[in-house]
Each structure stands twice: as C-alpha cells, then as structure tokens.
C-alpha cells in the first residue's frame, strides 16, 4: 500500500511570507493528524479531521495557522505570515481504525530566516 | 490528561550489546502505548504497540516491550544492538481524555531518546 504523501520535502521562507503544505493520506484512511517537530522535541499535535470535519484544534495557532481537508482525502497547512519560531518538521499522519496506530509521512522541513 | 516521560534524551550503546531505552507514563486509564522510531531524515515509523492485550510485545527488527502497569513503564528493549538501530526513539501513548464522538484517540509524545550506536 502506498504510504502517506507530504510536499514539498523541504521549505525556505523569510519571515513574514507565507507558506503551504500538502499532504495525500493512505487511501480510506478517515483521520488525518497534523503534527509540528521542532528540533530536539517530540510532535506536537496541531490538528486532527475526521473524514472533512475538525475533530481537535486546540494547538493549532489560528492567528497564523489554517488546514483544511476538502473532500476528506488531501489536506493543506498554511501559515500565513511566517515566524521564525516556525521553522520546524511538519509531519502528516492518518490512520484507519481507532488506536490502531499512525502511518507518518516523511514530512516537510520548514526553515524561516 | 495522560503523558509520557522518557528517562533519557541520549544513549549510547556498543553494537552487539543490549538496549534499553526508558518510559514511563501517568494515565488515568487503561492506556494503550506505542513506541516509534525516526532516522535522520525520514518519517517516523510504529516499532511495536501495547493495546492491552499480552504485556510483552514483540516488534520490528527484534526489538520489544514490556508494559508493566505497578511501574507504570513500557520499556523497549533489543538484545543486540546493529549499526542500523542508530535513530531518535519515542514513546506514545493514546489518551482517550481526548477522544471525539468519532471514536478517535489523540496521540501524546514522548521528548525522544536518541539511540547511538558504536563500531
């Protein structure tokens, strides 16, 4: 089965601009993570939808931050405008079955000078 | 709210020796535990998961873990250490504090522990 898909790999922003992130979940999986690494921490959960609707926000900075997933397949992260203390891993994950256990993809490594 | 602890940020091991990496967590529940492992540059991929069922649970290449509730630990262990097991490890656990009416768990990680490995 094919994995989760994440674009692009790798990001350079300067602060201010705004930014996307793209992810393609393993097909009929209904839940969608996203999750924010900053290095040397554990993920940390930004977001989490349940088929298209918003199961759990509470993390995400909405003054910046916005996803959304139309349709229940694909999902987009923006931020909009970039910090600096944003420069991290983005990591999307789904899965199919409660508390079966994620399926990551590779990520996407933001860097904002 | 559940959390997770791990007891060491690095650890350095001799290959073909043994590995044990730490992790204690609080739970008001039943939890369910997972551990997974992230090599440089890549994604994080499940090693092994404790979802109540036997408390020694074997995973991916030979390693395992013990869930011991009176010590509230999930421990991971490998008997012998490859050059290929150098990566950042970490211990999840799933708080159903946090679950929808979907029936969804939010995951809580651990800090990480970095796994060396020497020639």
């Known amino acids: 089965e094919a994995g989760v898909a994440q674009s692009p790999r790798y990001k350079i922003i300067e602060k201010r601009q705004s930014v996307a992130f793209w992810c393609n979940p393993i097909s009929g999986h209904a839940t969608l993570y996203w999750y924010q690494q900053i290095l040397g921490q554990g993920p940390k959960l930004l977001i989490q939808f349940q088929n298209n609707g918003v199961v759990d926000d509470s993390q995400l900075p909405k003054d910046r931050f916005s996803a959304e997933r139309l349709k229940g397949v694909d999902s987009t992260l923006k931020i909009q405008p970039a910090k600096l203390e944003d420069s991290a891993v983005y990591l999307c994950?789904?899965?199919?079955?409660?508390?079966?256990?994620?399926?990551f993809g590779s990520g996407t490594r933001l860097t904002v000078v | 709210a559940q959390s997770v602890t791990q007891l060491d940020s690095h650890v350095s091991v001799s290959e073909g020796t043994p590995v044990l990496l730490r992790c204690n967590y609080s739970s008001s529940y039943s939890p369910s535990l997972f551990w997974y492992v992230q090599h440089p540059n890549k994604g994080l991929q499940l090693l092994l998961k404790y979802t109540s069922a036997a408390t020694l649970v074997k995973g991916i290449n030979g390693f395992e873990a013990e869930f011991k509730k009176s010590e509230t630990s999930f421990h991971l262990t490998k008997p012998s250490a490859h050059m290929s097991d150098a990566a950042e490890y970490f211990c999840?656990?799933?708080?159903?504090?946090?679950?929808?009416?979907?029936?969804?768990?939010?995951?809580?990680f651990g800090t990480g522990t970095r796994l060396k490995v020497l020639a």
């Open positions: 999840v656990v799933s708080d159903p504090t946090h679950s929808s009416t979907s029936g969804t768990y939010k995951y809580i």
């Open positions: 994950a789904s899965t199919s079955r409660r508390n079966y256990g994620y399926t």
